[in-house]
């Protein structure tokens, strides 16, 4: 009913578990898939390795994020992936082939919510401006790929909280 009323103008759409949806319990579900495919990075290396260097990256990223900038709400994949570099002293080029990997295993894992395509498929038919919007730090164009993948497009904006470095609040 919001949405067909005639005095609104734009309509946002939260990305993550509104109109995408990934086949996980939990965010961090996603590791364990990505870990399958650069499995030959950790030959030796004990169990959930990648696992486990991944959230700590991703934390100690955002703390030093804090103290560097105070006002910085969120960080890039690429920044995670840096900070993994080197608290583990990953051999060159090691930290790009395990982002573009847990990058792809984004696409392969992404649906689109049924319910909420629908409702943005509405929005679009009748003539609203509509923004997306994310917490995420994954970069724009993966963001907008996904949603293409999905059949999401048409879109005004597209907010990614990483490429501001605010959150979507």
Known sequence: RQICDEKIKTVSFDIFDTLLMRPLWVPQDLFYFVQESVSPFFAGAEENAFVRMRIFSEQRCRELSKVYDASSEDVTLAEIYRTMEGAYNLPEGRADALRRAEEETEKKLI????????????????????????????????????????????????????EYRKLKY
């Open 111 to 162: 649906r689109a919510r049924r319910c909420g395509k629908e409702l943005f498929e509405l929005a679009r038919s009748l003539g609203k401006k509509v923004a997306l919007v994310s917490d995420m730090y994954l970069s724009k164009e993966c963001v907008g790929e996904m949603l293409a993948k999905c059949g999401i497009v048409g879109y005004d904006k597209l907010y990614v909280s990483c």
